[in-house]
């Protein structure tokens, strides 16, 4: 059995019935927020697309964005946006990184250092993202 998304994190932002917290990323799909698409049903206390997929409504807390991973197989990715202003790297890394699900974070640091070095030429990288990240 593959292992749940949220593993045994009792500080993760995702709430304690999420399907992050059984279910492996891919398994379950996550909703912007909750809507008739994925009703509540008050016997196991989760909510579940018709065709019975595990959805999340908080992709704020899960930290992945909103997709249908399971129902679709949507491809989970997220892309790297710096902001315009160099002043606001380093803070937006710092939020980006956080809030990401430990599953994207590989990628993000890769397209990270691209983007650093693409758009901020004069920034070190590795040091960006040291400062991004303690």
Not at 14 to 36: H, K, Q
Not at 63 to 91: F, I, M, Q, T
Not at 110 to 123: K, M, N, S, V
Request: glycine share 8%; hydrophobic share 40%.
């Amino acid at each position: 059995m593959a292992e749940s998304f949220v593993n045994g994190d009792v500080l993760h932002l995702a709430c304690g019935i999420c399907p992050s917290r059984r279910l492996p990323v891919g398994e379950f799909d996550v909703f912007e927020r909750p809507t008739g698409e994925c009703p509540f049903r008050p016997a196991d206390g989760h909510r579940y697309t018709a065709d019975g997929t595990p959805v999340c409504v908080h992709p704020e807390k899960v930290g992945l964005p909103a997709g249908r991973y399971k129902s679709e197989g949507a491809p989970l990715r997220v892309r790297v946006c710096l902001p315009a202003d160099e002043s606001a790297v380093v803070p937006y890394l710092h939020d980006l990184l956080y809030g990401a699900a430990p599953v994207l974070l590989d990628d993000l640091i890769g397209q990270a250092q691209i983007e650093i070095r693409r758009t901020f030429p004069d920034l070190d990288p590795l040091a960006t993202l040291r400062r991004a990240l303690s």
